[in-house]
């Protein structure tokens, strides 16, 4: 079977005539997707908490690897779980489960990344019903010559753990081409973003995000036919984006695709991020070895970090943003950051003077679940003039 | 709870000022340590032991030396307002927002800030590492850091490679301390200390265990000071004396009925870190005849207990053995890199496991004979408010009478004064507690 081919193409929810219509409909239906594809699959679908959760391995286990995410709609169901200086996003996420919205999950996958995370993964474990449950360690210290040899063990621990719940070896063959899928994901993403580095983009940043959320939340061969079909469909574009100061949105979790569209109506084209919705999540392929899970470890590593994976001098995450910035032309980055997001209050600060110290200015804004459009909007407003004055 | 008016024996502790002197003696040390020739390092209280093989060092705990500068208001609110004005969050680790702010201010409760010569962190929250990498850079000072793998109690116990990552870790230190300081680093000495500071916290453990008795020798006011050697201290023979012999006199209170609060009439638990600069909250609570006996947080980062499952799967905090009743001296480095990082495990999913502290706060609940628990929701500490929250529905489900209040541990900008009071004043009507007249 081909990476883009998925056993029920005839009945691709995302398949429509606009352009970018597919991949919106995912996102906003993603329930109604997920189950439609257990119906017509007969498979089982996994919750996954945070981008470092390893997806090729539970696609080689015949089922669904999704992220979970939040619904950006205020509720009053997490706050005796979680404390109220915890992230609007983990507590949007438990929020879901607590609502019954994932009750179609049969197992929730934690990679450990951040404390608040942990907490709403905790939640789901005492309060959600769920057949399987796993955490799974994430090295933090991603350059370490032993994180790769931990790394591996930890995902052949999880492999060998979901091979007893499903009751089968996951072979090598499946793992090559739940590898070669994620990977073909990732090379079209990719060269959807090459296409950004264009004086007039064809494409938005919001749209972009959309891409990379859909990514995470459907069938990647699935996926992948569609940004094929994208692919060949962008350069006729008619309705191109406005051209617009040229931004790098960098920061913490952000799936809010109305945020970035405000930004963009703002006066700016979105053509670059480090988000785990975005760039991250995708950026480098993983390279296929003998040893399999070594190969994913490594790869797992090999991606962009959050800042909670960038606790040396080395600054990992600094250099990766400013070569992004500069291999794209961006003319200004914003941070934005879930608010009482811990790990990017940490490199919010350092960033802006190695950006400042490089040229690039920046400007930070907080996210919660629910957006203050007036209050982005002149924020946004106010950056971009400075940056014409700059320019 | 009792409600006859029994009035205990009390006394002060005998060995309060021998305690008081440890951490003078510790701070002073700090202060003179480039004039004494000793290499001062910086990182958490639990990293202090990564240094133990140099010949003469001296360690600045972050969170007991923020946890000075919180009792001193005025110095507390410069210092966060310095980290704030480098653009960092309010509701960061608070501790470190003022150990930055001293650094940014080059202020410290004692004269100028001692800048440290290196910086070494085991990474066992999410502020950590982060938290010295910064402080580090700022500096222009070496940084060493060793993650310890977060797992997940309730689902799988830690997994032998973790133990083996970690050791692995901390097999890189000793070649990079003999780099960066020139010396030459001491592996019978690092395995001295290893094996001390782990009596240091089982006999910690048992005078916290001792407190299961009625009347409490101990209150927990007093133990937030009591429990600094042994979290954040020097790890050498006079902090091991010191607990012996208080090991002693707090088993002579219980053996002639000494109580912390001569009125006691009823036991709290205090989850989490105290408000530093109000700890007159605790006196306050005893003008009700309700004695704080016991907390997470004083119990897991100053003593060696293990969690444990009885017959029925009842929760319980056991003190371990000295881990050097249970199996040889480490012969070599490898094997004392080993031991330190399965010590590491044993203790820190006190700190950062939602599941653990869960059952902790149960079990403490049950076995301090508590009743009712107090847990403060902390704005200046994610690490330990992960859990809190549930721990509290778990408090209520196995009946104990739990109330909550809002505070930042280290930064009392954000401290409600009268709203606290008003809590504790219905919490303690709830528990059919009144202001005693004796």
Not at chain 1, 11 to 24: A, E, I
Not at chain 1, 309 to 317: G, L, N, P, S
Not at chain 2, 130 to 141: L, V
Not at chain 2, 372 to 381: E, K, T, V, W
Request: net charge negative; glycine share 6%.
């Amino acid at each position: 079977m081909s990476t883009t081919e998925s056993p029920h193409a005839e009945k691709k929810p995302g398949q429509n005539t606009g352009l970018m219509d597919g991949f919106r409909r995912i996102i906003q239906e993603r329930h109604d997707y997920a189950r439609e594809w257990k119906d017509r699959t007969g498979g089982r679908v996994f919750g996954g908490m945070c981008t470092y959760v390893p997806e090729e391995i539970i696609y080689a286990a015949g089922i669904l690897p999704v992220r979970v995410l939040g619904s950006h709609e205020p509720q009053d169901v997490s706050e005796r779980h979680i404390y109220a200086m915890f992230c609007p996003f983990c507590r949007d996420v438990l929020a879901q489960g607590l609502l019954g919205r994932y009750d179609y999950l049969e197992g929730l996958i934690m990679s450990h990344t951040c404390m608040h995370l942990r907490q709403s993964f905790d939640s789901w474990v005492t309060h959600v019903g769920i057949d399987y449950f796993y955490y799974l360690f994430m090295p933090q210290l991603i350059r370490h010559r032993k994180a790769r040899g931990y790394l591996t063990t930890e995902f052949t621990r999880f492999k060998e753990n979901l091979e007893g719940w499903i009751g089968k070896k996951i072979s090598n063959e499946e793992i090559d081409r739940a590898i070669e899928v994620h990977n073909t994901n990732r090379r079209l993403l990719r060269q959807i973003y090459e296409l950004r580095k264009s004086p007039n983009p064809p494409i938005s940043g919001a749209e972009c995000m959309e891409l990379v959320v859909s990514s995470q939340l459907c069938d990647k061969a699935e996926h992948n036919g569609m940004l094929e079909r994208l692919l060949k469909e962008l350069p006729a574009r008619q309705d191109l984006p406005p051209a617009g100061t040229r931004l790098m949105v960098i920061g913490g979790e952000c799936d809010d695709q109305e945020a970035v569209r405000l930004v963009e109506a703002s006066g700016a084209n979105v053509v670059a991020d480090d988000l785990c919705c975005g760039s991250r999540y995708f950026w480098n392929e993983v390279i296929p070895g003998e040893d399999r899970m070594s190969a994913l470890a490594q790869g797992y590593l090999n991606k962009p970090p959050c800042p909670l994976k960038d606790v040396t001098h080395e600054r990992i995450r600094f250099k990766y943003v400013l070569d992004m910035a500069r291999e794209f032309n961006v003319q200004g980055v914003l941070q934005v950051m879930q608010k009482f997001c811990d790990p990017h209050e940490f490199d919010i600060p350092a960033m802006e003077r190695f950006l400042k110290d490089n040229g690039i200015p920046s400007y930070s804004i907080e996210l919660d679940v629910t957006m203050p459009v007036g209050q982005l909007q002149t924020r946004t407003e106010a950056f971009l003039e400075m940056l014409e004055l700059e320019i | 709870m009792s409600p006859e008016k029994i009035l205990y024996k009390t006394k002060p502790l005998e060995n309060w000022a021998w305690g008081k002197e440890l951490r003078t003696k510790h701070y002073k040390s700090i202060m003179t340590a480039k004039d004494d020739g000793k290499t001062l390092t910086s990182g958490s209280a639990h990293a202090r032991i990564l240094a133990a093989g140099l010949p003469n060092y001296v360690h600045l705990s972050g969170e007991p030396f923020g946890a000075t500068i919180a009792t001193m208001p005025e110095l507390a609110q410069e210092c966060a307002e310095a980290a704030e004005a480098q653009g960092f969050s309010r509701d960061m680790c608070a501790y470190m927002r003022l150990y930055w702010g001293a650094s940014f201010l080059n202020k410290s409760p004692w004269g100028k800030f001692p800048k440290p010569d290196l910086g070494v962190q085991s990474a066992i929250c999410d502020s950590h590492a982060k938290w010295h990498q910064m402080m580090t850079e700022y500096m222009g000072i070496p940084f060493f850091v060793v993650e310890v793998p977060q797992y997940y109690p309730a689902l799988a116990p830690p997994h032998p490679s973790m133990i083996e990552y970690t050791a692995e870790q901390f097999m890189d230190m000793p070649p990079w301390m003999e780099g960066v300081t020139g010396q030459k680093w001491d592996d019978e000495k690092f395995i001295t200390a290893l094996l001390r500071l782990n009596r240091i916290h089982v006999l910690w453990a048992e005078i916290c265990t001792l407190n299961q008795n009625v009347p409490a020798p101990l209150d927990l006011k007093s133990m937030y000071s009591l429990y600094w050697p042994a979290a954040g201290g020097d790890i050498n023979e006079d902090t091991e004396a010191f607990y012996r012999a208080l090991k002693d006199e707090v088993q002579h209170r219980v053996d002639e009925g000494i109580a912390a609060l001569a009125t006691e009439r009823c036991r709290l638990m205090h989850e989490n870190q105290p408000p530093w600069y109000a700890l007159y909250i605790f006196r306050y609570m005893e003008g009700f005849g309700a004695v704080t006996n016991c907390g997470g947080y004083v119990f897991a980062l100053g003593g060696a207990f293990d969690l444990v499952d009885d017959e029925q799967g009842n929760p319980h905090l056991i003190t371990e053995t000295p881990v050097e009743q249970l199996e040889p001296r480490p012969k070599n480095r490898e094997e004392s890199m080993y031991l330190m990082a399965k010590l590491h495990f044993g203790r820190y999913r006190f700190v950062t496991s939602p599941d653990a502290k869960r059952k902790i706060a149960v079990a403490m609940a049950d076995d301090w004979k508590c009743n009712g628990a107090i847990i403060m929701l902390n704005r200046g500490c994610e690490g330990l408010s992960v859990g809190q929250t549930e721990a509290r529905l778990a408090l209520i489900d196995a009946g104990v009478p739990t109330m909550v209040y809002e505070a930042n541990m280290a930064d009392k900008r954000e401290w409600d004064d009268r709203e606290v009071r008003d809590r504790l004043d219905s919490y303690m009507e709830s528990l059919g507690l009144k202001k005693l007249e004796d």
